[in-house]
């Protein structure tokens, strides 16, 4: 993976074995260190240098729907 | 419900005041750059990019030392890639100078991947080059943690890691009136991940600056600008968390936990800055033996390099007498050009190369 300081990606849960799951990023499925956060199988994780810095909240899940109904909420409502 | 294209006509269109917006994440202003974002906005909307790149915000003299330590046979200095060729004070030697000479570097991708490393040679000391704002301290924290945990202690870090939040205070503090004034801030997205968004209320109450945390698509960013614009046009003075999926009010608990447990905030040096107090993050006193960080201001820099001007946004890249002529991607004159997350590099790459971006801030015209 290119090393970028703040760059992270996201990735899907599909195994843990302790304090390792295994993540699949659009079908690469790499080891990644969840000792920052609590998963479950399914859940979506921030992942940066190899370590998962968040889990993703799932009920946001679809970004930008829910980036443009926050700003609709900010200045149209 | 507003789309995509509502956002980039509006900003498009927008033909206000003029609006100086600063973005503090070199990944931010990578990505600014890729989605040609500079062309899809009036020209009445400038782009700053401010001290986001932490190896360009590093005092040359932190290279020096680097340098001093590798070259000596009982340490292994493990440094990221983009920290290999940055110039140290008066246009001294690089790591990867130092690495041809018979120095001791090795490059790391990670700062866990030393303890392997560390475990499997304990005759050697190895100094990480802790360079890093929030997003990569908890990995340190970390480290600190599995060394105790399992008896590796031949690592030691050399911290210049930092807090963002105290330099958009600093920029706020000393921006000019008029043309060097900053009218609102693009929040770092991964950073808030880890620190929450409530670090930037200073910002809001103090100093009376929208903002708003944006993601990392080119949609994320135009509507990071969108919804500035919109505070800014409404009178309001606000954080907006734009980037929810990943970033929520008090961030990642755990990760800041163990920040604390690891850390403490100290002044420290920034080049371009200065002081700034409670910037950095060094290792707690009852850990100081495992962090070799010095404590002196920052190291005089003889060379011609305008990294502390572009930083701060008082310059872009192009306005550096050096750029595209002594200092390009191959020849890099200071950490701004060497570093993937640095602005001259990140110009050299996208302007150089002829891909035109006409609406950029216009410093000095």
Redesign the interface.
Same mark, same amino acid.
């Given at each position: 993976m290119v090393k970028q300081m703040c760059i992270a990606v996201p990735g899907k849960v599909i195994l843990i074995e302790k304090n390792i799951v295994k993540a699949d990023f659009n079908g690469n499925v790499i080891p990644v260190d969840i000792s920052l956060v609590k998963v479950k199988v399914g859940d979506y994780v921030l992942v940066h240098a190899g370590y998962a810095v968040q889990v993703m909240d799932q009920e946001n899940g679809e970004s930008l729907a829910q980036l443009f109904r926050d700003l609709e909420e900010a200045f149209h409502s | 419900? %507003?789309? %995509?294209h509502d956002?980039v006509n509006y900003l498009k269109n927008y033909d206000g005041p003029t609006v100086r917006l600063m973005e503090v994440?070199? *990944? $931010?202003t990578?990505s600014i750059f890729k989605h040609g974002i500079p062309s899809l906005i009036s020209s009445k909307i400038r782009l700053i990019s401010g001290p986001g790149?932490?190896?360009c915000v590093t005092p040359a003299d932190y290279i020096d030392r680097a340098v001093e330590y590798a070259g000596q046979p009982e340490y292994i200095f493990c440094t990221?890639?983009?920290m290999m060729r940055v110039p140290g004070t008066k246009g001294s030697i690089t790591l990867r100078d130092g690495k041809a000479t018979g120095a001791q570097v090795e490059m790391i991708?990670?700062? &866990?991947e030393v303890l392997e490393k560390a475990a499997a040679l304990p005759q050697k000391t190895f100094v990480i080059g802790a360079v890093? +704002?929030e !997003? *990569?301290v908890? &990995?340190y924290a970390?480290l600190m943690e599995k060394m105790l945990k399992q008896g590796v202690i031949n690592i030691k870090f050399l911290t210049a890691l930092k807090s963002i939040a105290p330099a958009m205070e600093w920029i706020c503090q000393n921006e000019g009136c008029g043309e060097e004034r900053i009218d609102g801030f693009i929040c770092?997205? =991964?950073?808030s991940? %880890?620190m929450g968004d409530r670090i930037y209320q200073p910002l809001m109450t103090r100093y009376q600056k929208p903002c708003a945390v944006a993601? +990392?698509?080119g @949609? $994320?960013i135009l509507?990071a600008i969108?919804?500035l614009i #919109?505070q800014i046009t409404s009178e309001r003075v606000e954080i =907006? /968390?734009?980037y #929810? @999926?990943?970033? #929520?009010p008090e961030g /990642?608990l755990?990760?800041r936990e &163990?920040i604390d447990r690891y850390f403490q905030p100290v002044q420290t040096a920034w080049r371009g800055l200065g002081e700034i107090s409670g910037s950095g993050l060094r290792l707690r006193d009852i850990y100081r033996e495992f962090d070799l960080a010095f404590e002196s201001s920052c190291g005089e820099d003889q060379s011609l390099c305008r990294c502390g001007s572009v930083v701060t946004g008082r310059l872009n890249p192009d306005q550096c007498p050096l750029f595209g002529r002594l200092c390009t991607p191959n020849h890099p004159q200071g950490p701004c050009m060497v570093s !993937?997350?640095g602005s001259c590099g990140i110009w050299a790459r996208h302007v150089l190369r002829g891909k035109e971006n006409k609406q950029l801030d216009g410093k000095g015209d």
């Open positions: - | 419900m %507003i789309t %995509i956002i994440c070199g *990944t $931010h990578e790149c932490p190896v990221y890639g983009d991708y990670s700062p &866990l890093g +704002f !997003t *990569t908890p &990995l970390l770092p997205g =991964h950073v991940a %880890i993601g +990392f698509s @949609e $994320h509507a969108y919804d #919109r =907006h /968390n734009l #929810r @999926e990943v970033v #929520r /990642n755990q990760a &163990l !993937t997350e």
